[in-house]
């Protein structure tokens, strides 16, 4: 798996969507990750930290596409509100509780993830959702 994956905070879809075609790049706050599937670990996140299953928030929708392309794959989705305030509320601790419960649960699938890198995920998009709660926006990710 090889992908780009930029989270970030903006104030709006419509705001949102206006980064597909390059990314966020300066125009958000953004975090850059890549080699994990981000669509798939925020719903693990989400009943990580809420207690939801996988089920009810795919039947859910989540996470919900915002603006997608069919010719080069990339895709930009929202975060939950419900994950990104679970996120923001999420102390030092307990965003390492999270990862190591991710890298667990991606090593039953066969996916190794180091849990330094977990962390430095887990925690720096938990920093990214406090910052923009505080300013009233969403948070977001861009893959390519």
């Not at 989400?46 to 010719?71: H, M, N, W």
């Not at 991710?102 to 990214?128: C, H, M, N, P, Y």
């Amino acid at each position: 798996m090889s992908n780009i994956v930029k989270f970030f905070a903006a104030p709006d879809d419509t705001s949102a969507a206006s980064a597909l075609r390059t990314g966020p790049g300066r125009a958000f706050e953004s975090l850059s990750f890549g080699n994990f599937d981000p669509d798939e670990a925020v719903v693990e996140w989400e009943c990580l930290l809420t207690g939801g299953s996988f089920e009810e928030l795919a039947d859910a929708g989540e996470p919900r596409i915002v603006a997608d392309q069919d010719g080069d794959g990339c895709v930009i989705f929202a975060l939950s509100p419900r994950l990104s305030a679970a996120l923001a509320d999420t102390g030092h601790s307990g965003s390492r509780d999270i990862a190591a419960s991710w890298v667990a649960l991606r090593a039953e699938d066969g996916e190794v993830i180091g849990a330094e890198i977990a962390d430095a995920i887990v925690g720096d998009l938990a920093a990214l959702a406090r910052r923009a709660r505080r300013r009233g926006h969403g948070v977001y990710c861009w893959v390519a």
